[in-house]
């Protein structure tokens, strides 16, 4: 059972930056991060290789996000800038994803963003 958990979230106005972070128990070869919004199907914000040799972003987000993995502290990260009301969201992270960003087979809890 893979165990993850997601920190760094919060309140921010627009414009504002913040940093996600997520530990896991466990990395594999792909993992991302994904959004929700209530009553709005999950959507992929980031996929990336435990190596950071490869990436993939939704295009909402692509130029403010980057995804980065630390293998030595087993730790998933989001850096998000010049954050907009739109990026409002449950940020989910995940692993033993698909490289497509179809999805993951073991997902963290969530922290909620907000921007205003």
């Known amino acids: 059972h893979v165990q993850l958990v997601e920190s760094g979230g919060g309140s921010v106005q627009s414009g504002g930056s913040l940093r996600l972070s997520c530990t896991a128990s466990?990395?594999?070869?792909?993992v991302a991060w994904f959004r929700q919004v209530e009553g709005k199907e999950r959507e992929m914000v980031a996929v990336?290789?435990?190596?950071?040799?490869?990436?993939r972003y939704a295009d909402s987000v692509k130029g403010r996000f980057t995804a980065s993995v630390d293998v030595a502290k087993s730790a998933i990260y989001l850096e998000m800038n010049n954050l907009k009301p739109e990026d409002t969201a449950l940020y989910i992270c995940?692993?033993?994803?698909?490289?497509?960003?179809?999805?993951?087979?073991?997902w963290g809890q969530g922290t909620q963003v907000t921007v205003s």
């Open positions: 990336v290789r435990t190596d950071n040799s490869y990436s």
């Open positions: 995940g692993v033993y994803c698909r490289w497509t960003g179809g999805g993951c087979s073991n």
């Open positions: 466990k990395l594999s070869d792909f």
